[in-house]
């Protein structure tokens, strides 16, 4: 069973419908790597294994489960009914979760078993896994360096084999960026597509997804959490066809602009553009159009005007747990960096949050328009190497001054969170330092479809998944 440890979850689903392996087993190889992994890469938060067992001998494979007996992890910032859901904080240690989102009860109807939860940032800020309260997780392709974030843990799960699917989400670059460290598949879908209730409600910047290895996964993975759950405020239409069944058809020739040009104007590393080359070359020779061309990108100091719009979802994190625990958070209670952007968010007037608002409307408009003329955009997925642990941690004395930093990274990724568009990072190779290259595709509204197509197309010419870093 443990030779299943990079296998697909949708060869895996085979394996158990077919009867050549156990659910049980599964969660149990799962289980022992885990344990045998874990120690040195810190994916995990809290394991539920007991929990697994039982769901794993229960299962009776179905139609209408066709993920059953795969085992799946959640990110500790999303309700499971009886885990911790902490967001990677000290403060929210003891919030335990007496129901399960409804993207959680979705993929459990399709048959998915939950072994725990993984590891994020403090209230999912940066796009590095180094929280005071969990410890950092690390990249399983060079343990002193980071996954990404702020799904990290994930990445870093599936990355290593322990799964072959783990659950993130995205408000800023949080599935793309971890797995463009990693060497995964990371879609960010329309903003509505996946629900985020029962508690969570309409965020304009945020989206659910999963990490994978294959886009096949990818996209049965989408069929199953993507569709309208009774009391959503916003959601995207249902596709006309499943995407799995939109894999199975060639894109067409599409035309792809492709430009390294990001709103921050931050420094590229030679292997990131090396990547974009490649893919751009790569897409050429399969038919596509490509050519030189670039979204309007907003000036520098966006960030300022993003972090308006993003604090006060970290306010709000602060204060669920200021009601959690009878008082305001002490010294020791969150991170320096959570506490500048809560104190920032408690400053910012109903005005300047909806004249930010208004502000990042305009220019998804201005890009959207540019999609017009594109059925893509392909960009780096990252503007440097996975950093070095403990480089971007917002524990310094100018917190601030790390998420700044943490713009210079990824650059290129919380624009599309802004627009609401799909985007999703794809692998193409490895560079010279032994660590995965990425890049970013960038759909029009609403057309995962087209990115699935396309990444398909690229993984079927450049396959990545059989290389592994740990065995």
Same mark, same amino acid.
């Not at 408009?365 to 440097?384: I, K, M, N, Q, S």
């Given at each position: 069973?443990?030779?299943?440890?990079?296998?697909s979850a949708?060869?895996?689903?085979?394996?158990?419908?077919?009867?050549?392996?156990?659910?049980?087993?599964?969660v149990e190889?799962?289980?022992?790597?885990?344990?045998?992994?874990?120690?040195?890469?810190?994916? !995990?938060?809290?394991?539920?294994?007991?929990?697994?067992?039982?769901?794993?001998?229960?299962?009776?494979?179905?139609?209408?489960?066709?993920?059953?007996?795969?085992p799946i992890?959640?990110?500790?910032n999303?309700?499971?009914?009886?885990?911790?859901?902490?967001?990677?904080?000290?403060? +929210?240690a003891?919030?335990?979760?007496?129901?399960?989102?409804?993207?959680v009860?979705?993929?459990?109807?399709?048959?998915?078993?939950?072994?725990g939860?993984?590891?994020?940032?403090?209230?999912?800020?940066? /796009?590095?896994?180094?929280?005071?309260?969990?410890?950092?997780?690390?990249n399983?392709?060079?343990?002193?360096?980071?996954?990404?974030?702020?799904?990290?843990?994930?990445?870093? %799960?599936?990355?290593?084999?322990?799964?072959?699917?783990?659950?993130?989400? =995205?408000?800023?670059?949080?599935?793309?960026?971890?797995?463009?460290?990693?060497?995964?598949?990371?879609?960010?879908?329309?903003?509505?597509?996946?629900s985020?209730?029962? =508690?969570?409600?309409?965020?304009?910047?945020?989206?659910?997804?999963?990490?994978?290895?294959?886009? +096949? =996964? #990818?996209?049965?993975?989408?069929d199953?959490?993507a569709?309208?759950?009774?009391?959503?405020?916003?959601?995207?239409?249902? /596709?006309?066809? #499943?995407?799995?069944?939109?894999?199975?058809?060639?894109?067409?020739?599409?035309?792809?602009?492709?430009?390294?040009?990001?709103?921050?104007?931050?420094?590229?590393d030679?292997?990131?553009?090396r990547?974009?080359?490649?893919?751009?070359?790569?897409?050429?020779?399969?038919?596509?159009?490509?050519?030189?061309?670039?979204?309007?990108?907003?000036?520098?100091?966006?960030?300022?005007?993003?972090?308006?719009? !993003?604090?006060?979802?970290?306010?709000?994190?602060?204060?669920?747990?200021?009601?959690?625990?009878?008082?305001?958070?002490?010294?020791?209670d969150?991170?320096?960096?959570?506490?500048a952007?809560?104190?920032r %968010?408690?400053r910012? #007037?109903s005005?300047?949050?909806?004249?930010?608002?208004a502000?990042?409307? %305009?220019?998804?408009?201005?890009?959207?328009? !540019?999609?017009? =003329?594109?059925?893509?955009?392909?960009? /780096?997925?990252?503007?440097?190497?996975?950093?070095?642990?403990?480089?971007?941690?917002?524990?310094?004395?100018r917190? +601030?001054?790390?998420?700044?930093?943490?713009?210079?990274?990824? /650059?290129?990724?919380s624009?599309?969170?802004?627009?609401?568009?799909?985007?999703?990072?794809?692998?193409?190779?490895?560079?010279?330092?032994?660590?995965?290259t990425?890049?970013q595709?960038?759909?029009?509204? +609403?057309?995962?479809?087209?990115?699935?197509?396309?990444?398909?197309?690229?993984e079927?010419?450049?396959?990545?998944?059989?290389?592994?870093?740990?065995?």
């Amino acid at each position: 069973m443990d030779e299943l440890a990079f296998t697909s979850a949708t060869d895996q689903a085979a394996l158990i419908r077919q009867g050549r392996a156990s659910a049980r087993e599964l969660v149990e190889a799962t289980l022992r790597r885990i344990e045998r992994l874990d120690g040195a890469l810190n994916a !995990f938060v809290e394991l539920d294994a007991e929990r697994a067992l039982d769901a794993a001998d229960a299962m009776r494979p179905g139609p209408e489960r066709p993920f059953a007996g795969v085992p799946i992890a959640i990110k500790a910032n999303v309700p499971v009914a009886g885990l911790a859901r902490g967001s990677g904080s000290r403060f +929210l240690a003891g919030d335990r979760a007496t129901y399960s989102a409804y993207l959680v009860q979705r993929l459990r109807a399709a048959g998915f078993i939950v072994v725990g939860t993984t590891n994020l940032p403090e209230f999912a800020i940066l /796009p590095t896994t180094e929280p005071r309260a969990n410890g950092p997780t690390r990249n399983p392709w060079d343990t002193s360096r980071t996954p990404g974030g702020s799904s990290g843990g994930s990445a870093a %799960a599936v990355a290593a084999g322990m799964l072959a699917i783990a659950h993130g989400n =995205d408000g800023g670059g949080s599935l793309r960026t971890p797995a463009a460290c990693t060497g995964l598949i990371g879609l960010k879908t329309s903003r509505g597509r996946i629900s985020r209730g029962p =508690d969570a409600g309409h965020s304009w910047l945020a989206t659910e997804g999963v990490l994978t290895r294959t886009v +096949l =996964d #990818s996209a049965l993975a989408l069929d199953v959490m993507a569709g309208y759950e009774v009391g959503d405020a916003t959601w995207a239409p249902r /596709p006309i066809e #499943s995407y799995a069944t939109a894999l199975r058809r060639h894109p067409g020739r599409l035309r792809i602009a492709v430009t390294a040009a990001n709103p921050l104007e931050a420094p590229v590393d030679p292997e990131c553009l090396r990547g974009l080359r490649f893919a751009a070359e790569l897409l050429a020779a399969l038919g596509h159009e490509v050519v030189e061309a670039r979204p309007p990108l907003p000036p520098p100091d966006v960030l300022a005007t993003f972090l308006t719009v !993003f604090g006060p979802a970290v306010a709000l994190g602060i204060e669920r747990g200021t009601r959690l625990a009878g008082h305001p958070p002490g010294e020791d209670d969150v991170e320096p960096l959570s506490r500048a952007v809560h104190e920032r %968010a408690q400053r910012t #007037s109903s005005l300047d949050y909806l004249a930010a608002v208004a502000a990042l409307q %305009a220019l998804t408009r201005r890009v959207v328009g !540019f999609f017009a =003329d594109y059925d893509v955009l392909l960009t /780096p997925a990252l503007a440097e190497r996975p950093l070095a642990i403990g480089a971007c941690d917002g524990m310094g004395e100018r917190p +601030l001054e790390d998420l700044d930093r943490s713009g210079r990274f990824t /650059p290129y990724t919380s624009l599309f969170n802004v627009t609401g568009q799909p985007a999703i990072t794809v692998p193409v190779g490895f560079g010279p330092d032994a660590l995965p290259t990425a890049v970013q595709l960038v759909g029009r509204p +609403l057309a995962e479809d087209a990115l699935l197509q396309l990444a398909a197309q690229v993984e079927a010419a450049h396959p990545w998944a059989e290389r592994q870093p740990i065995p």
